[in-house]
């Protein structure tokens, strides 16, 4: 069974830093594009950051451009995604998101094959 699983989520202050991981099990993910969403209470799930196969390309929402990275770590199959700056808007479910065909990144959520279950961030005050 193929799996995405998400960690390195937690409680942050104002400015405060996380790194995610999302670790693949049961086929390994290293060709192909990956990304990150999220999902706040009562919105809908959004796109945050892509990266292509090759990690030659990564993409970025408007609201974590400069604060957010998204890397890839070859040897571990492991996609990361940097999170600096936290805000209080920034409080959501990350979810986790690999294409099973194509090294492309996407932006959008129904391109996206495979899942993860989800880490929540919350913003402490």
């Known amino acids: 069974q193929v799996q995405l699983v998400e960690s390195g989520g937690g409680l942050v202050q104002a400015g405060g830093s996380l790194r995610l991981s999302c670790a693949p099990s049961g086929r390994t993910f290293s060709s192909n594009a990956m990304a990150w969403f999220r999902q706040a209470p009562g919105k809908e799930r959004e796109f945050v950051a892509a990266?292509?196969?090759?990690?030659?390309?990564?993409y970025y929402a408007d609201s974590v451009k400069g604060r957010f990275t998204i890397s890839r770590d070859y040897a571990k199959t492991t996609v990361y995604l940097q999170m600096n700056s936290l805000k209080p808007e920034d409080t959501a479910v990350y979810y986790c998101?690999?294409?099973?065909?194509?090294?492309?990144?996407?932006?959008?959520?129904?391109?996206?094959?495979?899942w993860g279950q989800g880490t929540q961030v919350t913003f402490s005050s």
């Open positions: 998101a690999a294409r099973s065909m194509t090294r492309v990144a996407s932006t959008t959520l129904r391109t996206y094959d495979y």
């Open positions: 990266i292509s196969g090759s990690a030659v390309s990564t």
